[in-house]
């Protein structure tokens, strides 16, 4: 069906330069990087940001949250659908795509206000131009369905030729994970799609193509199944396509095929363009509560808005009981699992920004409860233990062998799962910290509470209590810095131990105070009466790493007697580029280099703990023994110089780790096996870096405070933040900060 009045431009992008993350010129290799950099996600799925003409070769994929599937026994691995948005145009049987095919001009741009994902090509075909407009969101107020306007424009009439549709070849890692699959066609409406092969959950997309001229015919070959046009364009009157489409998965119970394709059928090109204001309308109210401005380079209001963007679009959706995999909805990398990085690096924007997302990842680690309890008793403990790589259940991800021997091509035995206990209490002292943030009881009493005090049982079955009970240890364990492993005493871990045994015991106290009778109900399962002495014993004893004479925290027992060899000495070392630094004959193992914040780490998370000078002396000797190999690094080291008013490499560690999925700097392959991605945890990082670095926000007897460090790069910031029910402004200059309440505010906790 053609649509005289598609005139295109429905969802042009913003001109304002703030608000955009632009490249101009194409660069082949740059391909792959810029699906990560431009991604467009909305909390169901994500697309990766790359152009119409691409496919599984150039790792285009639509990225679904929370389904997943294992093929054979290779990982378990997140499903991506059938891409929707396939449209290939051909000039004299020539493909127009900048990989193949002669151009003058190109330009990609995210438009962060609206979540828009624009390019605009032109080709050089035979004595003419062809200009190839396109323009795709991810639908914000309706998350199952996404739109592309897709524009063709001649500088004189030129007989073309479009191929539009969903694209039968999925990228998969370890795929295929749709089986059975079938393409169908109800009038306007096609679909393509199949079933996952582990838990047979149905994966279809829909789509239907809109156009303005042309001849139209359906087509449904191997690779596609869509439609083709073919039209002699001139200047006058370009060729419009517009593509309505949306996923389905087996767990939309309540949204079946059929209303779905109904939906699709209905569209015409004004009640599109009224959903694309719907979608911004939702994402204006997001803005509303989590942009920071700032008075200062341009690039970095920029950067801030691109990463506050990157965790907006990733937050899971109200209700699905479901968290932010490590590579956020970028792709299938690092098996689509959730880490610490959720718990350390984002719940704290969420939870100033957005709190009812914190509802549905607190939810997520409730219902991870029962796979953490059976991982404690998998290993000999009790209480919980949660998975390291955790994906939709709870349930670890983790490959006993995780990383591949460059060496000898074999598999080699890793002990992230094992051994890297701090996962727990990460997860037990979010918990307790939205309920404080939030003053919500609910979080206790509906799950939270269960979850801090297992989490505490299992620290104290973990444990290790000297004969004479003097002092209780943890032994062989691994701590952020992953390059150690099976350490004792990691000062982080036992630290986190002790913060999550005292959580527990405050978690007890205030519902024996303010909800007895939940607590009658439970105390029978934890059997309070031994558990309490047990707590408050182990809680006194934990043996914590104490500054030296020199004021340095030991990372663990025997770090400071490991080799002083520097980052290069130890680099010079490797025998081939890819080699892993840690583990048991790793380059980094034998000595003091690190590979991402740990000491400072917890200087970051008990910022009451030691002087400042102790935090200065532990900053300063760790920084130049840290290799920053994870994207969780820069930002703790960029926090704690923060607030130590070292404001110069403050500042410099923001730009680096907010430039990192704007960069793609970060490491993207290992071997064949593609690890890129984007990196959200570095996104919170950014912001926690700017709020409660720059801005110094912290709480103090419950108010809160800002003593702001700002670099001298930057003049003002202002930005809002939730709190105890209130929304608040946060208002920073060099001279100081005022926080003042924002009654206006009609977005709460529950929107
Ligand atoms: C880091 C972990 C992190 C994981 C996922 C690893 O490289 O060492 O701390 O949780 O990546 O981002």
Redesign the pocket.
Known sequence: MTFDNLTGQLFWPTPLKDWRIEEHGFQPEAVIKNGNKFLTANGYMGYRGTLEENGAAELAAVNLSGVYDQRGTAWREPVNAPNPFHVVTRVAGQVLDPLQHPISDHEQVLDMAAAVHHRRTTFSTGNTLVTITANRFLDMAQPQFMFLEYIVQVKQATVISVTAGIDKQIWDINGPHLVDCQSWREDSVFGYGGQTGESQLAVTTLSRILVNQGECNDIDRPDQVGQTIAVTVTPERPLCLLIAAAVTTGRETDAPIAALADTLASYTPETIGQEYNRHCQKLAALWHTSDIQIEGPQQDQVALRYNILALMMIAPLAGSQLSIP?RGLSGQT?KGAV???TELFMTPFFLATQPAVVRDLVAYRLKGLIGAKKKAVEYGYTGAFYAWESQEDGYDATSDYNVTDVFTNRPMRTYFKDKQIHISGDVALAIWQAFQWLQDPAILSQGGAEVIVECARFYVSYATARLDRSEVAFTDVIG?D?YHERVSNNAFTNRVALATIEAALAAIAYLRENNAEYLAKIAQQWQLTDLLPLFTETAARIRLQTPNAAGVISQFDGYLALADDSIDTVRSRLLKPKEYWGGAYGVASQTQVI??ADVVMMLAVFPNDFSSDIVRANWQYYEPRTEH????SYSMYGLIAAQLGMTAPAYDFFQKTAAIDLTGESKQWAGTIYIGGTHP?ASGGTWRLAVEGFAGLHVENDQLVATPHLPSQWQKMAFRTYYQGHWYRVNVTAAGAVVSIADDEKIGVDD
């Open positions: 490590a690092y880490f610490w990085d952020p992953e590979k991402q190999g994870s994207s969780l945890a």
